[in-house]
């Protein structure tokens, strides 16, 4: 059963970058139907979606992030990686790994983890 | 960026009764739309795909209609694990992009 999980740093001081690692378990991540994305949710508020990547490294981006966004992909470690950098307090939130389907809806998620900017 | 609208940002409504949502979009998606369910604290599970597809394990209670600009999500008979909030999606174009949210509530 394929399982995403993100790993990273909950507090993140402001200016600094943001970096985190979605763990693909159940299913490889090289597989040429799929992209692996991001996506990010304020406390309390609706869902932003920051970008996604493939096995050979093509990305697409948000360009309405006001932080710079890096995506990249290790597939010998089945993994995938997310750096914001210069954040702010608005970056705090919720950030999601998510798969994107051929049919370009994400399943399945991973569960999820809070990141707070904050000094 | 192609905008997304829901309505209502919130409903309540009890135990079998008939709910929908509705999603406009800015600018043309053809069928290129998504649905989500969010429970508190829980990652959004996706509901619809392509507009009008079941995704599979999803009750077949929910189903999904509409292309172009104008979207529904229908719940033909609420059951208590259905009160969360619902989101859709455009993938049409980059960026995606998500509805502000529906949150479903019990009356």
């Known amino acids: 059963q394929l399982q995403l999980q993100e790993s990273g740093p909950g507090l993140v001081k402001p200016s600094e970058t943001l970096s985190l690692t979605c763990t693909v378990s159940g299913a490889s991540i090289s597989s040429s139907s799929y992209y692996w994305g991001w996506i990010r949710q304020p406390p309390g508020k609706g869902l932003e979606w920051i970008g996604i990547i493939n096995y050979s490294g093509s990305t697409y981006y948000n360009p309405s992030l006001k932080s710079p966004v890096t995506i990249s992909i290790d597939t010998s470690k089945n993994q995938f990686s997310l750096r914001l950098s210069s954040v702010t307090a608005a970056d705090t939130s919720v950030y999601y790994c998510?798969?994107?389907?051929?049919?370009?809806?994400?399943?399945?998620w991973g569960q999820g983890t809070l990141v707070t900017v904050s000094s | 960026d192609i905008q997304m609208t829901q309505s209502p940002s919130s409903v309540s409504a009890s135990v079998g009764d008939r709910v929908t949502i509705t999603c406009r979009a800015s600018?043309?998606?053809?069928?290129?739309l998504a649905w989500y369910q969010q429970k508190p604290g829980k990652a959004p599970k996706v509901l619809i795909y392509?507009?009008?597809s079941l995704q599979s394990g999803v009750p077949s209670r929910f189903s999904g209609s509409g292309s172009g600009t104008d979207f529904t999500l229908t719940i033909s008979s609420l059951q208590p694990e259905d009160f969360a909030t619902y989101y859709c999606?455009?993938?049409?174009?980059?960026?995606?992009?998500f509805g502000q949210g529906t949150k479903l509530e019990i009356k």
């Open positions: 999606q455009q993938a049409n174009s980059f960026p995606y992009t």
């Open positions: 998510a798969r994107r389907g051929p049919g370009r809806w994400f399943d399945p």
């Open positions: 392509a507009a009008s």
């Open positions: 600018q043309g998606i053809s069928s290129w």
